[in-house]
């Protein structure tokens, strides 16, 4: 394949260099924006390999064939159970209204009411199963041209017909040489071919830290494996669409680059004792996870940075109590997230 390249190869480690050890999470969150990156290095936890979840179906295995079966089967008798029971309230109904009283057709209304509600909240998920089921027994086998390094769009099912068994990783893998850590979301494995899969929440177009995680995965992979891996995929969550993101010589100048900057900010930090700046454009603190402000409740939603737990500074208060933000409690301001924005700006009249 043309366009693979061949990891470099250090003569010392990162540790004896005096450069700190990085996990992937903490490297993208460092070039989307340095404060969330000290954020992340300050919590010290490990690659998730996907962003925090959103969607109300993310508890659904939607994307393991024998999972979705295994599912189907433990919810479907429970709906065949309230179905019978509908019958029987209408069956119970109807004879009790004819041949006792009108008004208990009134009491299997209410039995109706109760049935209908269960119903509604059983069924979606069940159509959601069925769904990815028939996509899953209708994909035809498709992989991305290993010979072109433009990203590709793919099907997740495809990938699976096309022979990959998904997988996954207990613990972190670790390289010493380049001083960095982490674990992919999910992996689909062929023999001695290994992608790594990172599950996006945004279905906006990819920024330059995507390109450097699936990077670092597809070089953690196979410097700690001893595998070949071409490419990752960035799964859109939620759907079965996905991003082949080509592993070549621009993916890895990405890592280095990236990679880079990252350490410098931290060792900034730690050599002059200064925070970084916020960022210049409000735009990535409107929508910011980090300064996301949420409820708190003492003992629970503290920020613990460097085996330290913070006091916190309120963003703002309403009704439900105080509002406050891990990049707030952190660096002692009010980040300028969209919440705070409509809570604090004055309404015209």
């Given at each position: 394949?043309?366009?693979?390249?061949?990891?470099?190869?250090?003569?010392?480690?990162?540790?004896?260099?005096?450069?700190?050890?990085?996990?992937?999470?903490?490297?993208?969150?460092?070039?989307?924006?340095?404060?969330?990156?000290?954020?992340?290095?300050?919590?010290?936890?490990?690659?998730?390999?996907?962003?925090?979840?959103?969607?109300?179906?993310?508890?659904?295995?939607?994307?393991?064939?024998?999972?979705?079966?295994?599912?189907?089967?433990?919810?479907?008798?429970?709906?065949?159970?309230?179905?019978v029971l509908a019958a029987a309230v209408i069956v119970l109904t109807l004879i009790l209204t004819l041949l006792v009283r009108w008004y208990f057709i009134f009491c299997g209304a209410i039995g109706l009411v109760v049935v209908i509600a269960a119903l509604i909240d059983l069924i979606p998920p069940i159509i959601t199963l069925v769904r990815c089921r028939a996509n899953a027994m209708s994909?035809?086998?498709?992989?991305?041209?290993?010979?072109?390094?433009?990203?590709?769009?793919?099907?997740?099912?495809?990938?699976?017909?096309?022979?990959?068994?998904?997988?996954?990783?207990?613990?972190?893998?670790?390289?010493?040489?380049?001083?960095?850590?982490?674990?992919?979301?999910?992996?689909?494995?062929?023999?001695?071919?290994?992608?790594?899969?990172?599950?996006?929440?945004?279905?906006?177009?990819?920024?330059?830290?995507?390109?450097?995680?699936?990077?670092?995965?597809?070089?953690?992979?196979?410097?700690?494996?001893?595998?070949?891996?071409?490419?990752?995929?960035?799964?859109?969550?939620?759907?079965?669409?996905?991003?082949?993101?080509?592993?070549?010589?621009?993916?890895?100048?990405?890592?280095?680059?990236?990679?880079?900057?990252?350490?410098?900010?931290?060792?900034?930090?730690?050599?002059?004792?200064?925070?970084?700046?916020?960022?210049?454009?409000?735009?990535?603190?409107?929508?910011?996870?980090?300064?996301?402000?949420?409820?708190?409740?003492?003992?629970?939603?503290?920020?613990?940075?460097?085996?330290?737990?913070?006091?916190?500074?309120?963003?703002?208060?309403?009704?439900?109590?105080?509002?406050?933000?891990?990049?707030?409690?952190?660096?002692?301001?009010?980040?300028?997230?969209?919440?705070?924005?409509?809570?604090?700006?004055?309404?015209?009249?």
């Amino acid at each position: 394949m043309e366009n693979r390249v061949q990891s470099h190869r250090f003569t010392t480690t990162q540790q004896e260099r005096g450069l700190p050890v990085l996990g992937i999470h903490v490297m993208t969150e460092l070039e989307y924006c340095p404060r969330a990156g000290v954020v992340a290095y300050g919590e010290g936890r490990d690659d998730p390999g996907e962003d925090p979840p959103v969607e109300n179906l993310d508890y659904l295995p939607l994307y393991d064939l024998s999972e979705i079966n295994r599912e189907l089967n433990q919810r479907c008798p429970v709906v065949y159970r309230w179905l019978v029971l509908a019958a029987a309230v209408i069956v119970l109904t109807l004879i009790l209204t004819l041949l006792v009283r009108w008004y208990f057709i009134f009491c299997g209304a209410i039995g109706l009411v109760v049935v209908i509600a269960a119903l509604i909240d059983l069924i979606p998920p069940i159509i959601t199963l069925v769904r990815c089921r028939a996509n899953a027994m209708s994909a035809q086998p498709r992989t991305p041209d290993p010979d072109s390094p433009e990203d590709e769009v793919v099907n997740w099912w495809e990938m699976r017909r096309s022979g990959f068994e998904i997988g996954a990783y207990k613990e972190a893998l670790f390289d010493a040489e380049l001083g960095l850590k982490g674990k992919p979301w999910k992996i689909l494995r062929d023999y001695d071919v290994v992608i790594p899969v990172f599950k996006r929440n945004s279905s906006k177009p990819l920024h330059r830290q995507d390109y450097a995680r699936i990077a670092a995965y597809c070089q953690l992979i196979e410097r700690c494996e001893g595998v070949t891996s071409p490419y990752g995929l960035v799964l859109q969550a939620g759907t079965h669409r996905a991003i082949a993101i080509k592993h070549t010589a621009a993916a890895q100048e990405t890592l280095r680059v990236v990679l880079e900057q990252a350490r410098s900010i931290i060792r900034d930090m730690v050599t002059s004792g200064q925070d970084p700046l916020p960022p210049h454009s409000t735009g990535l603190c409107r929508n910011c996870p980090i300064g996301y402000p949420r409820v708190y409740r003492p003992g629970e939603t503290e920020l613990i940075s460097n085996k330290q737990q913070l006091p916190i500074v309120p963003a703002y208060q309403t009704v439900r109590g105080v509002f406050h933000s891990k990049c707030g409690d952190r660096f002692r301001w009010v980040p300028r997230h969209a919440r705070v924005e409509r809570r604090t700006t004055p309404q015209r009249r």
